[in-house]
């Protein structure tokens, strides 16, 4: 943040007078957040970034920056490239790779491409776990790398907000709900053996408007399809779908609406429900999130599936 | 012009919402109470109450809610894991979060049954509100005391108590006082800021977020309004400077800096510091955040700090104002919890996490434990999951610490078991009161490790990598009378039970020589299998005596004499003594080796050698 947390600071014999203490809030989550990120980069051998483009991981990656100025953050970031985000997503990417000078890795799952797993034919789950679950694994093997930090917050779902800011994953990268490392104050247990790995979610805490807030204050570029525009959608039970090329399976008689539509979570574009909207700037964007009653991952399909499906998700390996 | 809400300001002017967003306080607060107290319904009409729950969210609980009356059952909107939803109990810390007009909050939900004290233990470790519910039908149990001692242990300043239910016995002020009032009386044995008592009911939003009408008797503030304007600026310790290094950030030649948090007190540039284990000095060229000057900064702040002298820091190392230094110890008396279903070893060697620094630490004593009933201090010999007790440990290298009841992050450290790297127990460091001058306290940091040399690996360690306890098997007997070709094919049946056993071949080797080699292996966990020719019973006892009574194995090998003799005409057999209580006697003329092996086996067996050791 621009303004540290101390007014007219005078201090007379190492004591310190007149400090005005109270950070706010957002300033807090910063500091935590800073605090996690450079104590799992100490910490673990092998560290990498995870980078889905999305705002969090901006955020995210902001912090990284942040966490190691005036140098760079002493791990790479990671793309796991399903082929079927937007392309002003992967735009995006390279804008950030190239304004930021990190390095930044980008895998697919080249079997699931052999074999065009795609999201029509087989459905969003065994798709996710495909293109996304197993894409994750396979990169985190191939490199080695033995923490991976995510954007996952816990306000998202029930599931997340159960889960430790230090995450240990077996090493088949499994999740067991039931059997989590107690985790006390910020004193974080980094132990692991070869093979296993731990999973840190800096932004634990924050809530999706401390995200956006966050964002708008540090004027953090974010993808501009969180920003309302007039973009070419087909209606599918209720829920938009943008027709970002000619991949998309356009049902007999469906024809692309041109409409004022923003995301509220990005992904692969046709697990990516839009919202109509006119919020055209950040401020905008939170304001209508702040009158609607509908939460963030509603737009998101993969939750859809089954009562607890993100649990089930998260034991297999998902972030 | 009165105040508008956030809902007005979020629709006419979104940047002053934005702008008076930001610079809310956050509280943290932990929720504390059983399946039967209500404390799912509490959070979840609260959440629901401050506009925090969205509609599909609602809806999807809706959906599950199996409420007789058909009403919504608010618990389901808070109760996160299957496993939770499946048998209808919170079993796990979930981390909650909403926002009124003046602060914001993140709740800690955890659960108050006595087997998941850890959980509430890692609640509470942040928190700046402790929030109790008590059933107003039954009244201050020994449940609602033990959360309150917890919550006083983990250092909450604030005590929030709800009698909650109060619709159940017709919101009667009686009921009510008294329970305020034996919960007063128990209340002077714990220690807190300020204890703050509620009549609420979770489930009709009584006195939660607005004042009721049910209690004309009650002129307090509802929950909410407690929460959001009890005093917490004052909380954070901003007087002792303490900044442990998280690393060393060198981008380049010209830059060098250390990292970390500012976890109390403040500092600003030109200040002198003193570098903990080193007792070098330099002053503050810098206080960067994130790169940028900032001139002074304090607790909670990351920052990086440039010094004037190039002097040697690394991570683990703490920087501290020379006027008021924490102390420096290798040894530390402190309360600790005990979170593993595996107990408490005491001569085994943990991993100890303070601050960044992680060092090799043993419990070298318990001075007692809390009985959780009574709440009264028991001796104990070990510690076993949700126990609480004080211990003293010994680390290999000096910490440097405060009383947790001072700052609770240079007073806390973490336990970590080194073989399964979870996370064992929770420390909370004691106030002794000792002073220690700056000499006694660099002297300190220059001293050896307070534990003395010796093996770090315990007994039970080993045990559960070997699945033995270490023996030694000692054939005794007269020449000729089979003892080798036993011993061989007793290692060879041992080996082939998964066992870890070796023959000792003495072939050069005196009597002392061999004792020494017995033992060492022993020591190992070994079955250790030797027929070294001992006529004396002084030799056996010696032996006996070296590697210590319980962990040997006397078998008598009482094959018939003549037999030996024939077998082997020209060795002595002069001055042989016969084992007066051998463990185990076989005579291989009239039992075959075979069964002779099994009856060894089986005596090995019996004696515990496979049981883990307690």
């Known amino acids: 943040m621009a303004a540290p947390g101390i007014r007219g600071s005078k201090i007379s014999d190492g004591i310190v007078m007149d400090i005005e203490q109270r950070l706010t809030h957002l300033q807090q989550l910063e500091t935590e957040s800073v605090h996690i990120i450079r104590e799992a980069a100490a910490e673990f051998d092998k560290p990498v970034m995870l980078y889905s483009i999305g705002k969090d991981s901006g955020l995210m990656a902001h912090l990284a920056l942040k966490a190691f100025a005036p140098g760079k953050p002493p791990f790479p970031f990671l793309h796991v490239d399903t082929t079927w985000k937007f392309q002003e997503m992967i735009r995006f990417r390279g804008e950030f790779g190239r304004r930021t000078g990190v390095e930044i890795l980008v895998h697919t799952n080249q079997e699931g491409v052999r074999q065009n797993v795609n999201p029509f034919d087989h459905g969003s789950n065994h798709y996710t776990t495909v293109m996304k679950t197993d894409g994750l694994k396979q990169a985190l093997d191939k490199y080695g790398f033995d923490c991976a930090f995510g954007g996952a917050r816990r306000d998202e779902e029930r599931s997340r907000a159960k889960e430790r800011i230090f995450s240990f994953r077996d090493q088949f990268h499994q999740w067991d709900p039931k059997n989590q490392r107690p985790e006390l104050w910020s004193a974080y247990n980094t132990r692991i053996r070869k093979g296993e790995s731990v999973r840190v979610f800096p932004l634990s805490n924050w809530t999706e408007l401390d995200v956006w807030l966050y964002v708008w204050r540090e004027k953090i570029p974010v993808v501009p399809l969180y920003l309302a525009k007039k973009r070419p959608v087909v209606d599918r039970d209720g829920t938009l779908i943008m027709v970002d090329d000619d991949r998309m399976r356009l049902h007999p008689g469906e024809e692309p609406e041109m409409k004022m539509v923003r995301f509220r979570t990005l992904g692969c574009y046709p697990l990516s429900g839009a919202v109509e909207s006119d919020a055209a700037d950040i401020p905008s964007v939170i304001q209508e999130m702040l009158t609607t009653t509908f939460s963030e991952r509603q737009g998101r399909l993969i939750d859809f599936d089954e009562d607890g499906s993100m649990e089930l998700k998260k034991r297999e390996g998902y972030f | ?614």
């Open chain 2, 1 to 614: 012009m009165a105040r508008l809400s956030d809902a007005e300001l979020i629709r006419s002017d979104i940047q002053a919402y934005l702008a008076r967003y930001e610079h809310k306080e956050l509280l943290r607060f932990v929720a504390v109470g059983s399946v039967d107290d209500g404390k799912s319904t509490l959070i979840g009409r609260m959440l629901h109450d401050t506009g925090m729950v969205y509609e599909d969210q609602l809806a999807a609980a809706a959906a599950a809610s199996q409420m007789e009356d058909g009403s919504l059952d608010f618990s389901l909107l808070t109760d996160g894991l299957r496993a939770e939803r499946e048998q209808g109990i919170t079993i796990d810390v979930a981390y909650r979060y909403f926002a009124t007009d003046k602060r914001k909050f993140i709740i800690a939900d955890t659960p108050g049954h006595i087997q998941y004290t850890r959980n509430m233990v890692t609640g509470a470790s942040t928190a700046n509100v402790g929030l109790i519910l008590i059933d107003a039908r039954l009244g201050v149990l020994q449940q609602s005391r033990r959360h309150a001692y917890i919550a006083s242990l983990l250092g909450i300043p604030h005590l929030a108590v709800c009698v909650n239910k109060m619709d159940l016995v017709d919101y009667d002020q009686e009921i009510y006082e008294r329970i305020r009032k034996d919960f007063q009386v128990f209340s002077e044995s714990v220690d807190f800021k300020d204890i703050t008592f509620f009549p609420v009911s979770a489930l009709k939003g009584v006195n939660l977020v607005e004042a009721s009408d049910k209690t004309p008797w009650y002129d307090g503030p509802s929950v909410l309004e407690y929460l959001e304007t009890v005093p917490i600026a004052d909380d954070h310790n901003t007087t002792e400077f303490r900044f442990p290094v998280q690393s060393v950030l060198r981008p380049n030649l010209d830059y060098r800096g250390f990292s970390g948090q500012i976890v109390s007190g403040a500092i600003r540039d030109g200040q002198e510091i003193l570098v903990l284990p080193s007792g070098n000095r330099s002053r503050v060229r810098s206080v960067d955040e994130f790169g940028v000057a900032a001139g002074a900064a304090a607790v909670p702040r990351s920052v990086t700090l440039r010094l004037e002298d190039e002097i040697d820091i690394s991570r683990g190392d703490m920087i501290v104002l020379p006027d008021r230094p924490p102390k420096v110890s290798r040894s530390i008396e402190a309360h600790m919890v005990w979170m593993s279903e595996t107990q408490l070893d005491l001569q085994k060697s943990y991993l100890l996490k303070h601050t960044t620094q992680t060092v090799r630490a043993q419990v070298a004593s318990i001075h007692w434990r809390k009985d959780m009933d009574t709440l009264e201090e028991v001796p104990a010999k070990t510690f076993d999951l949700n126990d609480i007790g004080r211990v003293t440990v010994t680390c290999t290298r000096a910490l440097y610490t405060d009383p947790y009841t001072r700052n609770r992050a240079t007073g806390a450290f973490i336990l970590i078991d080194s073989l399964t790297n979870n996370t064992v127990a929770a420390g909370m460091i004691a106030d002794l009161g000792q002073h220690q001058d700056l000499d006694a306290l660099l002297r300190e940091t220059r001293a050896g490790s307070a534990i003395k040399p010796k093996t770090q690996v315990s007994p039970r360690e080993r045990f559960d990598r070997m699945g033995q306890r270490g023996a030694t098997i000692w054939l005794t007997g007269l020449p000729g009378s089979g003892r080798w070709a036993l011993a061989y094919a007793l290692e060879r049946r041992l080996f082939d039970e998964g066992r870890t056993a070796t023959v000792v071949d003495p072939t050069g080797q005196n009597l002392a020589g061999v004792i020494s080699a017995c033992k060492a292996a022993t020591d190992a966990g070994f079955l250790v299998i030797c027929a070294f020719p001992t006529f004396s019973r002084a030799d056996r006892s010696l032996l006996r005596e070296r590697v210590g009574d319980a962990r040997m194995l006397e078998v008598y090998v009482n094959t018939d004499p003549a037999l030996c003799r024939e077998r082997r005409p020209d060795s002595s057999f002069e001055g042989f003594e016969p084992p007066q209580t051998p463990d185990v006697v076989v005579s291989l003329d009239n039992m075959r080796l075979r069964d002779s092996v099994q009856f060894i086996v089986d005596r090995l067996e019996i004696r515990g050698q496979f049981t883990r050791p307690s």
